[in-house]
C-alpha cells in the first residue's frame, strides 16, 4: 500500500471486457480497494475478486466520491468505477469536486482519470458514422440541470445544425421532455433527417434502429437508449449512418 495513496477514476466503456482498456485494467489490478454502483462489478468481476469491493447504489454518487477520497487519503490504491467514460457524465468531475473541498491540499493522493468508451461512441459506432462532423451532446434528464436550461441548449444545437445526441431521453415517470425535445427538433430537422437508436449498446440485449426524424417511435424510446440525430447533411448507406465532412 503507498503511503500517500493514489486515486484513479476508471471508465469502464459500456460493459463488455472488450471494450475494457488496458490502462483501465490495470489500474483495477493495482487497486487495494474498487469503489462504484452495484450494477458495474458483474461487469469486471474477474479483475476485482480478489479485491475489496465496495458497491453503492444509484444516487449514492456522492457517498462514492468521498469515501474513495477518505480511503485514498488514508494510503490506500483506490478505483472509482464508471460506465463508459468517467469523464462524460460519469464520476470524474465529481471525485475531482471533493478532492477540491479538502483542507490540506498538499496532501492530496495522487489521481489519474482514465477514459473509456463512452455511450456516444459506442452507439455512434453501431450506427455508422453518424457523428463524423461536429455534434452536441445533451442529457434530457432534468434531475440535476433544470428543465429550462436543457430546453435552450437543444434548441440553439438544432437550430446550428449540429448532430444531436440524446442521452437518458425518456423514463417511465419523465416523458413530457423528450416529446419536447422531438417538438423542437422537428422545427429545424426536415422529416426525412436519419435518425439512430441504439438501445444497450454491446450488451446482450443490444438493438439498433434507424428511423427518421418524421417517424421516430417514441414509446421505443427509454433511459437504455441512446438518440443520434442527423444534421442536414447526414444520409443512409447501406443500413449504416454517414455524416459527411466534406472531402468529397
Not at 477540491?100 to 459506442?122: H, T, W
Not at 419523465?174 to 422545427?187: G, N, S, V, W, Y
Request: proline share 5%; glycine share 8%; charged share 15%.
Amino acid at each position: 500500500m503507498s503511503q500517500r495513496g493514489s486515486l484513479c477514476v476508471v471508465g469502464l466503456g459500456p460493459g463488455t471486457s472488450g471494450l475494457l482498456t488496458g490502462q483501465a485494467q490495470a489500474a483495477l489490478h493495482g487497486a487495494d480497494v474498487v469503489i462504484g454502483y452495484e450494477g458495474y462489478f458483474s461487469w469486471v468481476a474477474d479483475l476485482v475478486q480478489e479485491k475489496e469491493c465496495v458497491a453503492l447504489p444509484l444516487t449514492q454518487e456522492v457517498a462514492r466520491a468521498e469515501l474513495a477520497v477518505a480511503r485514498a487519503l488514508a494510503g490506500q490504491a483506490v478505483s472509482v468505477i464508471s460506465s463508459g467514460d468517467a469523464g462524460v457524465y460519469g464520476m470524474a468531475s465529481l471525485v475531482l469536486e471533493v478532492l477540491e473541498r479538502q483542507p490540506n491540499q498538499a496532501a492530496l493522493p495522487d489521481v489519474v482519470v482514465i477514459p473509456g468508451v463512452s455511450a456516444v461512441n459506442a452507439c455512434a459506432a453501431l450506427l455508422g458514422a453518424p457523428i463524423a462532423h461536429d455534434f452536441a451532446v445533451l442529457s434530457l434528464s432534468d434531475l440535476l440541470t433544470p428543465w429550462a436550461v436543457i430546453e435552450k441548449r437543444l434548441a440553439a444545437a438544432a437550430e446550428a445544425d449540429f448532430v444531436l445526441v440524446l442521452l437518458n431521453p425518456r423514463s417511465a415517470r419523465r416523458q413530457a421532455q423528450f416529446m419536447r425535445a422531438c417538438e423542437l427538433i422537428a422545427q429545424y430537422r426536415a422529416a426525412a433527417t436519419p435518425v439512430g437508436l441504439v438501445r444497450n449498446a454491446y450488451r446482450p440485449d443490444q438493438s439498433v434502429t434507424i428511423t427518421t426524424v418524421g417517424t421516430l417511435p417514441v414509446a421505443q424510446v427509454d433511459m437504455l437508449t441512446t438518440v443520434i440525430i442527423g444534421n442536414s447533411q447526414t444520409r443512409c448507406f447501406q443500413s449504416r449512418l454517414i455524416t459527411p465532412r466534406g472531402y468529397l
